[in-house]
Every structure is written in structure tokens, then in C-alpha cells.
């Protein structure tokens, strides 16, 4: 038997299909009346918020709509579980950026997940199954030499760092690792061919640990550079919550907020109203949705922020809440 967390947070993906499924009810049981007892049980802090279930998953969006440049170069997007469930708006705002590239976007042809939950309760049994379940749903666009775009950067991770570890010996695991790029590394390998729009305004960038370890900021700080945003990277270590770390109850919880403390949360407070907040984690976004008054933005919602509202960007104080919800 593990601890009642790790039913709760690590089989996550299997909980959020469920919600996905009734997500006004699973809002109101999550974040109602109820919420205080749904925490007891799972082993959440009473004190951090539980993220609300989108209304619509990104996947059923895309699955309802006409695909754009049909005959387009193929992209392979990844619907993770957190930006398919929670922020939809980060993986609609990627497609529009992609396909003013010219590319045809596609998704995996069924509901996958990388296992980044499991890992933290040990579940490694589970988690390589869920990767081989990957690799064999994603033979096709992978021999076809297909990029892959992730747009969380712990699910990029596992791609580019363990999955090469549980799977040295496999050609499709091979393929994956080097296919899989987060969009800044995407859209600075076809810098030729694409200028993006600008947008002049100063940016508070935040990397996520992920990012920062395994694929590092250069390609995001170039392309903001290009965007012509005068972005500031905060050397603020970890957010905090670090995944599922900051949910739990107890000293795990005093110690995220510390963490946040030391630079992200009192910097983000400190930023001028004008100022974009941008962090591609999920976890970072929902630390800094908590600790703070703003709202961080993904690098795909920067993006369209600046293709849909020209150079100066939205007007008035706090540009996220331009950006679609």
C-alpha cells in the first residue's frame, strides 16, 4: 500500500479523463463546500487551491474544428494531460501560432500521457507501460521524421531525458528523443522561414525546472528577443510547487511557498502592470496564480497576444487578461 497521495496525484491522468467527463460537477466537488473533505482524503494542503477542469479539453476542440494548411508540412502536438484538461487556452493558442507557420497540426491518434505523475510515488512499473503505449501509438508519425511540440516542459523531460534511460535499447524511444521539441526550440530551428510579430513590452520570464535542466532557455529567451519583448529571466530556482511536492500537506506545503518566497512571488507582486508574466509550467503558473494577483501566460499565449493585438499589445494594465480564457 502507498499513501493515500499517491492514488490521489499520481494516478492523476486516469482521475482527470474521468472529471473531463462531467467537469462542471468535478469543478464544484473540487473547489465547493466539499473541497475542504476531497483535500483530507487525497492528502492536500487545505491551504493551495485546487486548478478548476476546463469546460471543454483542448482535444475535443480540435477534434470539432477544420484542420488548417491541409497541405501543409505535418506537426505532431502534444496534448498533455494538464494543458488538454486545465488550460486548453495554451494548446489552442499553439495551434494558432503553428499553423501561421504553414504547418498542418496534428494530434496523437488517442489519449496519452508521458507518467511524469507516477514517477514521484515510484509507480515505474505503470509509467513505462504508459511510454510503451506511446511508442507504439506514435510508430507511424515518428518513422515519417515528424516533430513532435510539447508544450509542458516536465513531459518534454521525460522524453528527452528518461525515457532514453528506461528504453536504451529501442529505435522508436530514440526517434522520440530527438523529434520532441518544446515551440521555442520549434520555431527557432525555422527561423528563415518565420518572423514572428513583435510586441514591445517588458516580460518577467520564470523557466521551469525542467526546462532549465534538460533543454535550457536559450531558444526561449532568443525568440522572445525576436519578438522584441525586453524580457527579464528570473534566477528564482524552483517555483515551489513542483508538481504534485507543494500540494501536500503538512511541511511539503510551508516548504513550496518558502521556496516561492525567496524570489518568483515577491518579483511577480513587484512588476509593473504592464508587464507579461510568463512561465511555460504548469506547476509555475498555478504557484504563481496562488502566491500572487497575476496570471502567467505560456510562450504559445505571448504569441498570439502579439499576432492579435499588433505591437503595442492589449491595452490597459495586466495583458493576460487579454489573452483567451
Known sequence: LRPRGAYAMGLFPWWARLAARAPLAANALLRGPAAGAVKLLAGVAPERPLPAFAAQPFSAWFAAREPGNPDGPRVLLWPDTFTNYFRPQAARAAVEVLEATG?????????????????????????????????AALAEPLAAGLPLVVLEPSCAAVFRDELGNLFPTDERARRLREQT?????????????????????????????????????????????????????????????????????????????????????????????????????????????????????HLAQVLQLAMRHGPEGPPGGHPERAAPR
Open 181 to 297: 521539441l518544446l515551440l521555442s526550440e520549434f520555431l527557432q530551428r525555422r527561423a528563415d522561414a518565420w518572423q514572428p510579430p513583435r510586441l514591445d513590452r517588458k516580460a518577467l520570464v520564470h523557466g521551469h525546472c525542467h526546462h532549465k535542466a534538460i533543454m535550457k532557455l536559450t531558444d526561449e529567451q532568443q525568440l522572445l528577443a525576436r519578438l522584441g519583448l525586453d524580457a527579464e529571466v528570473l534566477d528564482a530556482g524552483c517555483c515551489g510547487l513542483a508538481g504534485s511536492f507543494g500540494y501536500e500537506q503538512g511541511e511539503r506545503y510551508q516548504v513550496s511557498m518558502r521556496a516561492g518566497e525567496r524570489v518568483l512571488l515577491p518579483a511577480v507582486r513587484a512588476a509593473d502592470k504592464d508587464t507579461l508574466i510568463v512561465a511555460d509550467g504548469f506547476s509555475c503558473q498555478e504557484q504563481i496564480a496562488h502566491g500572487t494577483d497575476r496570471r502567467a501566460l
Open 103 to 135: 504547418h498542418r497540426v496534428e494530434l496523437p491518434p488517442r489519449p496519452l500521457c508521458c507518467g511524469r505523475p507516477l514517477y514521484d510515488y515510484g509507480m515505474l512499473g505503470l509509467a513505462k507501460r504508459l511510454l510503451r503505449q506511446i511508442l
